[in-house]
């Protein structure tokens, strides 16, 4: 029988056992299961399959092999290849669940869902929460906080996390502006953004960095440990620091 092994990373207890994955479930787990049928249907390969619930209610999906990044990001994970990648992948992942977002509930979800809808967003797409192939982005996992929303919500997440769009001096902080905008601009290329989202994408950004420590401090205020563990260790001002940062850009630029 193979042992289990914890897998670090995230805020969950994950156990791998072989080629499953046991995750912790949640009220909003139902609707992320039928994200992942329908996926599965669809013929989306880059996310893990859900195949049931163990006895004591954790759901058991595909474990996705390859490596899976965290900060300090490698070499690979800061590459230009990952970077292209990831955006083909979540413009994949997006143009797979529009039959889905269209019928889909707007609630249940453990997020409201955002109108307009056309997709269901990801929710936490970074690369945290990818996997990679040597320099490639090959899948995606962590569907907790996928909810029915807009192409532009999960964008900005993305290119917050890959290009990534943070002050200097922050925490996580790479490159220059000059660098930071030319990748920026290599993810919405290659996504396929429309021009009335390119500009709006970077107020969208700091709205969507706003409503992450919203998020944070309502868990938190829940009682959470996790994510009061996150606002005792400070990430809470680096996303407003990067909000602000963002916010100068916004008036002076666009992608």
């Not at 994955?21 to 994200?35: A, E, K, N, Q």
């Not at 900060?71 to 992942?93: F, G, I, M, V």
């Not at 902080?173 to 990748?183: D, L």
């Not at 601009?185 to 420590?213: K, S």
Request: aromatic letters at 8%; proline letters at 8%; a neutral charge.
């Amino acid at each position: 029988m193979t042992e289990p092994e914890i897998l670090t990373g995230g805020i969950n207890s994950v156990l791998r056992i072989g080629d499953r994955v046991h995750r912790p479930t949640g009220p909003w787990s139902p609707r992320v299961h039928d994200l992942l049928r329908h996926l599965e249907a669809a013929g989306f390969t880059g996310a893990p399959r859900f195949h049931g619930l163990t006895p004591d209610g954790r759901e058991i999906l595909d474990f996705l092999p390859g490596e899976v990044a965290d900060y300090p990001l490698s070499p690979a994970a800061t590459s230009t290849e990952a970077l292209l990648s990831a955006a083909d992948l979540l413009r994949a992942y997006h143009d797979a669940t529009v039959p889905l977002a269209r019928t889909a509930p707007r609630d249940g979800w453990q997020r409201s869902a955002i109108e307009p809808v056309e997709v269901i967003c990801h929710g936490d797409y970074a690369p945290y929460n990818c996997v990679m192939t040597g320099d490639r982005t090959t899948g995606t996992f962590d569907f907790d906080h996928a909810r029915p929303g807009p192409r532009l919500w999960d964008v900005a997440y993305a290119v917050y996390r890959w290009a990534p769009l943070t002050a200097p001096g922050s925490n996580d902080a790479r490159g220059s502006v000059a660098e930071q905008s030319a990748r920026l601009r290599l993810f919405c290329d290659r996504y396929g953004l429309t021009d009335a989202d390119r500009a709006a994408l970077l107020p969208t950004v700091v709205t969507r960095l706003h409503d992450m420590v919203a998020f944070m401090r309502a868990r938190a205020a829940a009682g959470d440990p996790a994510f009061a563990a996150h606002l005792k260790a400070g990430h809470h001002r680096q996303y407003l620091g990067d909000a602000e940062y963002l916010s100068v850009r916004a008036r002076s630029a666009r992608p």
